[in-house]
């Protein structure tokens, strides 16, 4: 959807739906991945699979490569996590990595309701180990400190883009 594309992404926590949202409200093309793009599938054959596993949440690559190809927006963000991101990174022209510290995962996973991911003991002790490893997001991407308040973090993120480059669509 964007002649430039970017993948922000990070564990959970960090950000990356508010910042999707953010950008959408600044005017700026953003796609929520974890909304639009994913599903429940083996990770290296793109196959459905049934019930819910943290390592099967993967993007629809067909849906990722359709949607860099169209050429209708200056830049498009697509924000989100996906264990199979290595199968499209090199589709995008950069890549944010969202990065937050232990107390502030651990003070946003307690404001987490009950029914959302992160909320159940295994689910944490899965986040915040990935946290810890980073074994779960991209090793090459530009980090940006998600601690920050999300305008700053946008910010950030519009001016490693370019902020020339980035027309904003008037409503």
């Known amino acids: 959807m964007g002649v430039r594309n970017y993948l922000i992404e990070g564990v ?3 950000g990356k739906t508010s910042v999707c949202r953010e950008l959408n409200r600044r005017g ?3 796609i929520n991945g974890d909304r639009e793009l994913a599903y429940q599938g083996d990770p290296k054959t793109g196959r459905p699979t049934d019930g819910f ?3 099967h949440h993967i ?3 067909g849906k990722v490569k359709s949607l860099v190809a169209d050429q209708g927006s200056a830049v498009t963000f697509f924000c989100g996590g996906s264990k199979n991101f290595a199968e ?3 589709l995008f022209d950069g890549v944010f990595v969202l990065e937050i510290d232990l107390r502030t995962l651990n003070r946003r996973l307690d404001e ?3 029914d959302e991911w992160g909320a159940r003991r295994s689910e944490r002790e899965l986040i915040v180990r ?4 980073k074994e779960d997001i991209p090793k090459d991407g530009v980090v940006i400190d998600a601690t920050e308040p999300l305008d ?3 910010d950030a993120i519009i001016r490693h883009v370019g902020e020339e480059t980035l027309p904003v669509a008037r409503i």
């Open 88 to 90: 499209f990174i090199d």
């Open 28 to 30: 700026h093309h953003a």
């Open 130 to 133: 990935l946290h810890r490893t």
């Open 12 to 14: 959970s926590c960090t």
């Open 59 to 61: 993007w629809n690559i």
């Open 152 to 154: 700053r973090v946008v």
């Open 112 to 114: 987490r309701p009950d």
């Open 53 to 55: 596993r943290h390592e």
